[in-house]
């Protein structure tokens, strides 16, 4: 799994050196884009990322520091003549509001754009496509705000060495092994099942991203037993009131959410710019949730 969160910054205006909410997630011949706050084009350039590449562009809410971004970058796209087509995920009006924007400013497209918008109060798989399939829960927000999810294959782990005790020793056969779930023996005909080969249980990376919410329990059934979650801590707890009031969550919250999400890594990000430091943050996270990190824009992380 490969990922790179782009802006870390809370809404406001702009600063210097800190970017708008933003997050690539790599695919297998291109990349997953989660929001889309202003400037990302920019910030895919400094990462040399191609705007053709990406695949699918899912947008939590519509606030502007999550959305302001997509028109500039949709432009840049018929700029380049891109052809592939594209899936925006997102809340429902974001049909109206891609179409009316690009009408408005006489922008045309010369590539197909497939809309999914989700219904208030949506729950469960909003798009499918080879290799992957998106989930979406509806979290809770000043706007309709939705959560993602995405499940990839199974991962085989095939042990050698319990390969070799049947007498095979071609890695060709892996592949078929893998895919078809048995061999069948060159030499005896006996067939040799998957599972009595495997180095340990199949294992399925996930990765979840949650925009701006108040803790509740749709991010926790959307990020159950996750590899990766993504996830706003836009204050500290000493802050809480604030949190609430403004529909947020705090460090601490956030990491109570990837505890009992039972989750393996938890990233925080949209951090508040009352919090020069990131520090406290951080530990008020690893005390609840020890593998917590500091999301640091423009960072490739690979696991």
């Known amino acids: 799994m490969k990922f790179s969160v782009l802006g870390t910054k809370a809404g406001g205006p702009p600063i210097l050196g800190h970017n708008f909410s933003a997050t690539v997630l790599w695919i297998n011949h291109g ?36 959305l302001w971004g997509l028109m500039p970058l949709l432009s840049a796209c018929c700029s380049m003549q891109r052809k592939s087509p594209l899936t925006i995920i997102a809340p429902q009006g974001i049909r109206l509001f891609v179409e009316q924007s690009a009408s408005l400013s006489g922008m045309t497209f010369p590539f197909p754009i497939e809309f999914v918008e989700l219904r208030p109060g949506f729950e469960g798989t909003a798009a499918v496509f080879t290799g992957y399939e998106v989930m979406a829960n509806m979290l809770d927000h000043r706007l309709d705000s939705f959560g993602f999810r995405i499940d990839f294959p199974l991962h085989y782990n095939v042990d050698m060495k319990k390969l070799e005790q049947y007498g095979i020793e071609q890695g060709a056969v892996i592949g078929e092994l893998k895919n078809v779930g048995h061999i069948r023996h060159p030499m005896t005909d006996d067939v040799i099942y998957l599972d009595e080969v495997l180095a340990h249980p199949p294992s399925r990376e996930s990765f979840v991203y949650c925009g701006d919410t108040r803790p509740c329990s749709a991010e926790i059934d959307l990020a159950h037993n996750a590899t990766v979650l993504v996830h706003e801590a836009t204050f500290l707890h000493q802050d809480e009131k604030a949190a609430y009031e403004k529909y947020h969550t705090t460090a601490r919250q956030a990491a109570e959410m990837a505890l009992q999400a039972e989750v393996s890594q938890l990233w925080i990000t949209h951090i508040s710019n009352r919090y020069p430091e990131t520090t406290a943050l951080l530990d008020e996270a690893r005390s609840i949730f020890p593998q917590t990190f500091i999301a640091q824009a423009l960072r490739i992380v690979e696991l």
Do not use: A, W
């Open 31 to 66: 990349y997953i884009l989660f929001d889309c706050g202003e400037g990302t084009q920019y910030r895919l350039l400094e990462l040399g990322i191609s705007f053709n590449s990406c695949r699918v562009i899912c947008i939590s809410h519509f606030h502007g520091d999550h």
